[in-house]
Nanobody
Framework: DVQLQASGGGLAQAGGSLRLSCAASGSSFDEHTLGWFRQAPGKEREVVSCVEPSEGVTYYADSVKGRFTISTDNAKNTVYLQMNSLKPEDTAVYYC????????????????WGQGTLVTVSS
């Protein structure tokens, strides 16, 4: 099993930046597809970004392309989501995820989920 611990959420102003971190334990980090999802109030959960570290594959939702960057630090077993040029519509609970078998794309439906971290962007 994989245990995921997310951190880094908080309050930011529109146009500002935040970096989310997710530390993974319990399994080989770079053998998973790692992802970030979010769920805004009254909306369905959506995949924001994902990465396959062993393949160098990444995916970004259209709504965050050019603003968010996913990265990994294998030595720390940590995946990051750097969020720049934040917009009020980025306000959501963000979840980090991991999966053994699925590819990184818009259809990702991972087995392992961390606890959410709230991101609030004020206008």
């Amino acid at each position: 099993d994989v245990q995921l611990q997310a951190s880094g959420g908080g309050l930011a102003q529109a146009g500002g930046s935040l970096r989310l971190s997710c530390a993974a334990s319990g399994s080989s980090f770079d053998e998973h597809t790692l992802g970030w999802f979010r769920q805004a109030p009254g909306k369905e959960r959506e995949v924001v970004s994902c990465v396959e570290p062993s393949e160098g594959v990444t995916y970004y939702a259209d709504s965050v392309k050019g603003r968010f960057t996913i990265s990994t630090d294998n030595a720390k077993n940590t995946v990051y989501l750097q969020m720049n040029s934040l917009k009020p519509e980025d306000t959501a609970v963000y979840y980090c995820t991991a999966d053994w078998n699925q590819r990184c794309n818009e259809r990702l439906n991972p087995d392992y989920w961390g606890q959410g971290t709230l991101v609030t962007v004020s206008s």
